[in-house]
Structure formats: structure tokens, C-alpha cells
């Protein structure tokens, strides 16, 4: 492991490229509650968003124009503006010898750079050469579960069928799906701007663009970044991914086959105790996940875990978790941590 490949053991001087979005702004106060070690934080946008005042830590920050002395003796750089944005800018940002976790998919399916969810493959995060991706919402969801259990016999075959927010389209299609719903009440045409059709008491298959597969773009992500994150080449996974008119938090419905039967109650042991899951259980009430459970929370929630019916090598399982947070920006921030506690060791 090279010394690069970790941070500096002092507090850092810390860039956000993408600082004025949702997942921007869910980075900015999640850096405040794990009390991230900053010295200098830079907010940076384009040039459309530039000038905007934020408060962190009691000061005022302003967001600027991002220009090639924006990353100069920067540590850290945390980028969430969309993957052209992260290519036109990483060889700057290694130039500056600072370490990019990237939440575009720009990088992703890179041979050379590793896709992480600390939970689940944190040494990952170590054999980097400057760059490190964070994985697709759905995809560190889906990985969270999947990973205890395959520990208990090696997964085959995954169906997936996500429910997914508004929120993965960003903070203008949060505000249009309020926006739409008060129109709708109001029986008022429906005119999205943002989406394609209205998710006011709505919902649509991903409007991602289409695959020559007849599969979509989000869909093959989930599909690509399982296998790599899992390290398994072979695995068959058939994902349907469906948006939502939730405001931010996503769903899945998943369809788990094993090489061998699996015994229901040491699944369910594994996922009480794995990191960042939570079980929710209550039959008797009819009681399971729900995206209120999981607002605003580090940890995704799991149950209605029980046996396929069809199929004695199989299980099946609905999960929720918070798109902005596990889904995006925690996650970036825990495979900084990874780097800074092995700088420690």
C-alpha cells in the first residue's frame, strides 16, 4: 500500500465539487456531525450557483466557481456534479496529489479504481491510485444486505425491483414532486420540468436512458456494480427499477438464490448484526420498513426476510434506506474515514 493512497494525519484542506446540491448540502452536515477533521473547507459549483452563502460551523462560506487553482494544496475532494464535471477535473485534482471520492458514475466500472461500501469491502478503499467511486444508491443498499449472507452460502441469482425517490434525480425533481402534488390536489394540469412525467401521485419505470438489452441505465448499473463490489463476475442479477413519488428515501424488493439452502433464522441472525442494517419485523402487525424509518438515518432498514415459496434455495426481502444519505453522501464520507484510520494504525 502506497502512502498516497492515505490521508494526511492532520486536519485537511477539504474541496466539495457539486456544494449547492442535495447531496452536497447532506455532505456539508454530515461532515459537522462526525465532526470530519477539516482545516479549510472550499464550496465549489458552477458558475450558475456560484456566490452562495452557507453557514457551517457558525462561519459563512461562499460557494465559488470551480477553476483550476480551486483544488491547489487541497487534501480531500468530494465530488457530486455529475460525472462529465468529475472527468474534466480529476487531472487537476491528482495533479494537486489529492485523493477524489467520486459519487458520479464516471468512474465506477474502472479496472483501476476501486467501488466502495465500507461495510462491505472497506479494504477496497486502500488500493486506489487517487481516485475512489462511490457506488449507485440502489447499488450500497442492495450491497449492504446482500453481503452478510453471502457469507452463508454463495449467492447465485438476485431479482430487484426498486422503489426509488425523487431525491436520485436531485433537489429540483424534490421540489417539483411538491410543487406537482399541490397542483394535483388543486386540480391543476400536470407540467414537470424536470422529470419527464409528473410523480404527483405517480410513478414511471427510470427514465435513465435505454440499453440496446432493453434494460435501462440504472438498471445495468445495479446490475455492473453488484458483480464489483461483490467480486463476482458470474453473478446473474435481473434489476427493475421504478421511480417513485417519495420525496427521499429509496425501496427494494429483493429475490436472493443461493447455491444451497439457506436456513431463514441464521439469515435473519446475519442481518441483525451486520453494520448499517437495521431488521424491522412485526408480523403480527404487518409492520416492515417504510422510507419514513429510514429519513434522515445512517442505516438502511430490512425485513419481511422469509422463504421463496417457488424455490427452496431462495429468500426474499424488502429493504429502505435514505438515498441523500447512505445512499450518496455518508457513504463517500465513511471511505474518507477508511483512509484516515489506517493512517493511524
Not at 176 to 186: A, C, N
Not at 188 to 216: D, E, R, T, V
Request: proline share 4%.
Amino acid at each position: 500500500m502506497a502512502k498516497s493512497s492515505l490521508l494526511p494525519n492532520r486536519s485537511l484542506k477539504v474541496a466539495i465539487l457539486g456544494s449547492s446540491g442535495a447531496v452536497g448540502s447532506e455532505l456539508l452536515k454530515i461532515l459537522q456531525e462526525r465532526n470530519f477533521p477539516i482545516s479549510e473547507l472550499i464550496l465549489l459549483s458552477s458558475s450558475r450557483s456560484a456566490g452562495k452563502k452557507i453557514i457551517w460551523k457558525n462561519q459563512e462560506l461562499i460557494t465559488q466557481e470551480v477553476t483550476e487553482k480551486s483544488f491547489l494544496n487541497v487534501d480531500l475532494v468530494f465530488a457530486s456534479a455529475g460525472g462529465s464535471v468529475s472527468k474534466k477535473w480529476l487531472s487537476t485534482i491528482k495533479n494537486e496529489n489529492a485523493i477524489l471520492i467520486d459519487n458520479s458514475s464516471a468512474f465506477r466500472l474502472d479496472k483501476d479504481v476501486p467501488l466502495v461500501v465500507p461495510e462491505v469491502n472497506p479494504n477496497a478503499a486502500l488500493n486506489h491510485n487517487g481516485v475512489i467511486a462511490n457506488p449507485n444508491c440502489t447499488t450500497i443498499l442492495l450491497t449492504l444486505v446482500l453481503a452478510p449472507l453471502n457469507h452463508i452460502s454463495k449467492i447465485k441469482r438476485i431479482i430487484v425491483s426498486t422503489y426509488q425517490s425523487a431525491s436520485g434525480a436531485g433537489q429540483l425533481a424534490m421540489e417539483e414532486l411538491k410543487s406537482l402534488s399541490k397542483r394535483y390536489l388543486e386540480g391543476n394540469p400536470q407540467k414537470p420540468q424536470i422529470l419527464p412525467y409528473s410523480l404527483a401521485f405517480n410513478l414511471f419505470l427510470h427514465n435513465s436512458p435505454m440499453q440496446a438489452n432493453n434494460y435501462c441505465e440504472e438498471e445495468m448499473k445495479m446490475i455492473n456494480e453488484t458483480r464489483k463490489i461483490l467480486n463476482n463476475t458470474e453473478l446473474k442479477l435481473s434489476a427493475t427499477c421504478v421511480r417513485v413519488p417519495i420525496l427521499r428515501a429509496h425501496s427494494e424488493s429483493v429475490n436472493i438464490e443461493f447455491s444451497q439452502s439457506v436456513d431463514l433464522s441464521e439469515a435473519i441472525s446475519k442481518l441483525r448484526v451486520a453494520k448499517g442494517v437495521d431488521v424491522i419485523e412485526d408480523y403480527k402487525n404487518n409492520r416492515f420498513p417504510m422510507p419514513e424509518d429510514v429519513k434522515e438515518k445512517d442505516n438502511i432498514a430490512v425485513g419481511r426476510i422469509r422463504a421463496d415459496l417457488s424455490n427452496p434455495n431462495a429468500l426474499e426481502l424488502w429493504l429502505c434506506g435514505d438515498q441523500i444519505r447512505k445512499g450518496a453522501a455518508l457513504n463517500a464520507i465513511q471511505i474518507a474515514e477508511i483512509l484516515l484510520q489506517n493512517n493511524h494504525e
